[in-house]
């Protein structure tokens, strides 16, 4: 399928994010308004004209939010840092857009592209000081995440603040039953991800486990005032077209990851499912919906 390659072109995971964009686009879009609220309430608390790193960019989704926040409260700096081309290009295009759109002249927010391996590079090298560096879902793809939030705080200006979007719920978006194979279908690929998530981390070189949560990695690394947050995304039932295209893509992503450690007859359910051809297409369903729910965990650099 493309989605998960056996040699990562950019990154230390395995995966090749550039066949994610479209996928990750569809995402930002549903979570549009979840950034806006979290990209508000983090900047909030920022020095006039702040600079706002953030790590692990993907298709722009924060990006856009940070730089609507920041051109809302007197403008500012938007860093993005990501070490695949195709994602920066597209996170730089959106979030350039946003700044263009949402900015008056005097409340001018500037876009920097970075384009790094953060296992290699430093933060602070390429992209601080820092008054914000936000880090949603990249920490757990570097081996060791540890080093990595360590790099990250390094990056921040005193008094700056690290925000970690890690964890949460897993995302739900399908019925119980869907009347083609064995019920329970979206517990089975849960756990299938699970196992693929652990075997990602192993294969990393120079992987190091983190048998903490993430509060105490951001203690441990020194910040202060160190609490969570969470956030619902709620898009129920029947589902917008950009729900059913987001939940197919989803479900092709966890038979991609699930892999041999699905059961045939699971694996049959889901080929009957991505089909379009097929009456059981995902997409048809007027009983797919997107339920999720993310945590932030932020910390002050003393
Ligand atoms: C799960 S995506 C998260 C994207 C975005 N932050 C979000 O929350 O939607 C992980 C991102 O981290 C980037 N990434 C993974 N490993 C990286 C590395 N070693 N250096 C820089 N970026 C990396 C990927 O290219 C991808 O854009």
């Known amino acids: 399928m493309g989605t998960v390659s056996d040699v990562a072109a950019h990154t230390h995971d395995g995966i090749d994010w550039a066949t994610r964009l479209t996928t990750m686009r569809r995402g930002d879009e549903l979570d549009a308004d979840t950034n806006r609220a979290v990209a508000r ?36 700096t938007v860093v993005l840092v990501d070490a695949v081309p195709e994602l920066l290009d597209a996170a730089t295009t959106a979030t350039r857009a946003a700044a263009a759109h949402e900015t008056a002249a005097d409340h001018a927010v ?25 880090a949603s879902g990249v920490v757990h793809h570097l081996p060791d995440e540890r080093r990595m939030v360590a790099d990250l705080v390094a990056a921040l200006a005193p008094g ?35 196992e693929w998530f652990v075997r990602m981390r ?36 029947p589902a917008t077209q950009a729900v059913r295209e987001w939940a197919v893509d989803q479900l092709r992503w966890l038979a991609d990851v699930g892999g041999d450690r699905l059961h045939p007859a699971d694996r049959h359910t889901l080929t009957r499912l991505l089909d379009p051809a097929d009456p059981a297409y995902l997409a048809l369903r007027d009983d797919v919906f997107l339920l999720s729910a993310t945590t932030v965990y932020v910390g002050r650099k003393p």
């Open 41 to 76: 309430r983090l900047v909030r608390a920022l020095p006039d004209h702040p600079t706002v790193v953030d790590v692990g960019s993907g298709a722009g989704g924060m990006g856009v939010a940070f730089a609507e926040a920041l051109a809302a409260r007197g403008g500012g």
């Open 110 to 134: 500037r876009v920097r592209p970075v384009l790094a391996d953060l296992a290699t590079e430093r933060p602070a090298d390429i992209a601080g000081p820092a008054h914000l560096v936000w």
């Open 160 to 194: 700056g603040w690290l925000a970690l979007r890690e964890g949460g719920l897993t995302t739900r978006f399908l019925p119980w039953d869907l009347g083609v194979g064995e019920p329970g279908l979206a517990d089975r690929l849960a756990h299938a991800r699970a």
């Open 202 to 237: 192993e294969s990393m070189p120079g992987a190091v486990r983190l048998p903490v949560g993430w509060n105490v990695v951001l203690a441990e690394a020194g910040l202060a005032e160190v609490t969570s947050f969470s956030n619902l995304v709620d898009r129920p039932a």
